[in-house]
């Protein structure tokens, strides 16, 4: 038996990465799936971002696990697909018990050369993405709540800051922005869910070792060791963290044995914030 049987797990940015980390994770733990994803490169930042073939291979490894996975392309910007992916869910898998706002993007630009765009882009997919996806999420999660009992967790948000959500980044104020905003909103939406007893907490890892990391690079005309190296600082000698660390860290967050942990920040940094 899994820690999360009969559970519904809402994850955006799902088709690698992080995200996969995080749907795979729960699958093994008993969880059914619900993977939102982008699934096609955006104009900005120019890397690749998960494809449909990933969405479909995510959904094949968790059925091979037994679970259920209802995957849905698309964009966190937009309401409507917000709306209907959340409906989609629901509809099939019949609730929803954890939302993962996970979908981010990252890319180098001092703050006076960086375009209008460029920053609405940045805060567009990882603010206002997290709030759209919550938006509908949450409503969800406050139905299932029956006859609330104090100590009860009802329900988890977990949003992927960064410890760019703690501290300024040097090429990355729009970026920092963005994350500060996820950190923000999980402390104001833990104020507005406490009656629910829905909890909400912010993750602050340090990098991770994920493809995203391979677009930077390569934006930046170096190796994804030499981005580590020049922007971690670690206090563990690591140039950054896997994916799983973080699911596994996760798992915790989102299980009964932190049902009195809200509106608080989690830090995976590897001593990064030490120092």
């Known amino acids: 038996m899994g820690e999360f049987n009969n559970k519904v797990v809402y994850i955006t940015g799902a088709a690698k990465g992080q995200g996969r980390a995080f749907a795979l994770a729960f699958a093994r733990e ?3 799936v619900i993977a939102f994803d982008l699934a096609q490169k955006m ?3 120019a890397y690749n971002e998960g494809s449909s073939a990933e969405l479909d291979s995510l959904k094949a490894e968790i059925e091979a ?3 259920r996975c209802v995957t ?3 964009d966190v910007r937009k309401e409507a697909d917000c709306k209907a992916a959340v409906e989609k869910g629901v509809k099939e898998l019949g609730r929803i018990d954890i939302l993962i706002n996970n979908a981010g993007i990252c890319a180098y630009a001092f703050a006076d050369e960086m375009t209008e765009d460029e ?3 940045m805060m567009d997919v990882n603010a206002k993405g997290a709030w759209l996806t919550a938006k509908y999420v949450i409503p969800v999660m406050k139905s299932q709540v029956k006859n609330y009992v104090k100590g009860e967790s009802n329900g988890v948000i977990i949003n992927n800051s960064s410890v760019g959500g703690l501290r300024g980044m040097r090429r990355l104020s729009h970026y920092a922005a963005s994350k500060w905003a996820m950190t923000g909103m999980t402390k104001s939406w833990a104020l507005e869910l406490a009656p629910w007893g829905i909890r909400c907490i912010s993750i602050h890892p340090t990098g991770v070792n994920t493809p995203l990391n391979d ?4 934006m ?3 190796t994804p060791e030499e981005i580590a190296e020049a922007s971690a600082g670690n206090l563990i000698p690591v140039p950054w963290i896997e994916p799983e660390d973080v699911a596994e860290s996760v798992l915790f967050l989102c299980s009964d044995k932190a049902k009195y942990v809200t509106g608080s920040q989690y830090v995976l940094d590897a001593g990064l914030l030490t120092v």
Do not use: N, Q
Request: proline residues 5%; glycine residues 22%.
């Open 30 to 32: 008993g969880a059914d």
């Open 43 to 45: 104009s900005y930042p």
């Open 65 to 67: 696990l037994g679970r």
């Open 72 to 74: 849905f392309a698309g």
């Open 119 to 121: 920053w609405d882009t």
């Open 215 to 218: 677009g930077i690079a390569a």
């Open 220 to 222: 930046e005309g170096k």
